[in-house]
């Protein structure tokens, strides 16, 4: 008998009690001031540090849920389009990346259609997922945006794009750059029918995104503190020679230069979008109960 094991240790656990695991999901750093955020608390707060208002990203259904009234939205199908047109291959075939990504995310590609109610005025959303190849812009993107444009035209609705994008999708070339002029032509559509568009600027916008659609808005909103811009910083540095600012690209940089309208904090963003849907459809906008 060893009384170290069989006295000692069973007396000891019973007046410390069972160690019990912690789970590893509990807590996140904020990527901005490295603050911990108990997990609970980030969520109750649209993902948002309480420490120094960094916007963390957040899903694209949480942000539908956020945006339309009560969080009701009806999602409306992407058209289908030719998968792997270029037959590109690079450390894996894009066939079996895309089903790859697909089967993580659960979702056709990189951007979601929702429509519903914003204010008690109608409106249309194409919203870019960037854990989708980082929200690139291929075909499917580009009949996405059409099929959206087109929606909000038949429902007299207003069109907000939320975009949240690297750029272009490299695996599918000219094919890929095709779709900038095709979206600034769904956008055109929108307005000749005399209908608000707005854009609402998430981390990041970039590359050809932002080079068509996203700049073209009758008003342009932006998260805090988001990265917006066309090439990266160093490149930009190395062709004029110049050192930028350190709030280059940021929300904040391009309010300050006209480039965005409003940078609209999270909490904000539904009663925002309600009160200028409410003016542009020249009606009053409707809080939601």
Same mark, same amino acid.
């Given at each position: 008998?060893?009384?170290?094991?069989?006295? %000692?240790?069973?007396?000891?656990?019973? !007046?410390? $009690?069972?160690?019990?695991?912690? /789970?590893?999901?509990?807590?996140?750093?904020? /990527?901005?001031?490295?603050?911990? !955020? @108990?997990?609970?608390?980030?969520?109750?707060?649209?993902?948002?540090?309480?420490?120094?208002?960094?916007?963390?990203?957040?899903?694209?259904?949480?942000?539908?849920?956020?945006?339309?009234?009560?969080?009701?939205?009806?999602?409306?199908?992407?058209?289908?389009?030719?998968?792997?047109?270029?037959? @590109?291959?690079?450390?894996?075939?894009?066939?079996?990346?895309?089903?790859?990504?697909?089967?993580?995310?659960?979702?056709?590609?990189?951007?979601?259609?929702?429509?519903?109610? %914003? $204010?008690?005025?109608?409106?249309?959303?194409?919203? #870019?997922? @960037?854990? @989708? +190849?980082?929200?690139?812009?291929?075909?499917?993107?580009?009949?996405? %945006?059409?099929?959206?444009?087109?929606?909000?035209?038949?429902?007299?609705?207003? #069109?907000?794009?939320?975009?949240?994008?690297?750029?272009?999708?490299?695996?599918?070339?000219?094919?890929?750059?095709?779709?900038?002029? *095709?979206?600034?032509?769904?956008?055109?559509?929108?307005?000749?029918?005399?209908?608000?568009?707005?854009?609402? !600027?998430?981390?990041?916008?970039?590359?050809?995104?932002?080079?068509?659609?996203?700049?073209?808005?009758?008003?342009?909103?932006?998260?805090?503190?988001?990265?917006?811009?066309?090439?990266?910083? *160093?490149? %930009?540095?190395?062709?004029?020679?110049?050192?930028?600012?350190?709030? #280059?690209?940021?929300?904040?940089?391009?309010?300050?230069?006209? +480039?965005?309208?409003?940078?609209?904090?999270?909490?904000?963003?539904?009663?925002?979008?309600?009160?200028?849907?409410?003016?542009? +459809?020249?009606?009053?906008?409707?809080?939601?109960?």
């Amino acid at each position: 008998m060893n009384w170290l094991s069989d006295f %000692i240790r069973p007396r000891v656990r019973s !007046l410390v $009690g069972e160690q019990k695991e912690v /789970p590893d999901n509990l807590w996140t750093k904020c /990527p901005s001031c490295e603050g911990m !955020l @108990f997990q609970r608390d980030l969520e109750e707060n649209h993902n948002v540090c309480t420490h120094c208002n960094h916007h963390l990203r957040i899903t694209v259904k949480e942000r539908l849920a956020l945006i339309f009234d009560d969080g009701k939205y009806e999602t409306v199908s992407i058209p289908s389009v030719a998968h792997d047109p270029l037959k @590109f291959k690079d450390r894996k075939k894009y066939a079996d990346r895309l089903k790859e990504t697909q089967s993580k995310t659960g979702l056709k590609d990189a951007i979601t259609i929702a429509k519903g109610k %914003i $204010g008690g005025q109608k409106a249309v959303i194409a919203a #870019f997922n @960037f854990r @989708f +190849m980082g929200g690139s812009m291929g075909t499917a993107v580009g009949e996405g %945006i059409v099929k959206a444009a087109e929606e909000a035209v038949k429902n007299k609705a207003a #069109f907000i794009t939320i975009p949240s994008s690297g750029g272009a999708r490299m695996q599918e070339g000219v094919l890929s750059l095709m779709q900038m002029p *095709r979206s600034i032509i769904a956008v055109e559509m929108v307005k000749d029918a005399r209908l608000p568009y707005i854009v609402l !600027l998430t981390d990041p916008t970039t590359g050809g995104v932002s080079a068509s659609f996203a700049m073209v808005g009758d008003i342009h909103l932006a998260e805090p503190g988001s990265m917006i811009g066309f090439a990266g910083r *160093r490149v %930009i540095e190395e062709t004029v020679r110049e050192t930028l600012p350190d709030d #280059f690209q940021t929300a904040e940089y391009l309010q300050e230069h006209g +480039m965005v309208d409003m940078v609209v904090g999270r909490k904000d963003l539904h009663e925002t979008l309600a009160r200028l849907l409410g003016l542009l +459809m020249n009606a009053p906008a409707k809080k939601a109960a």
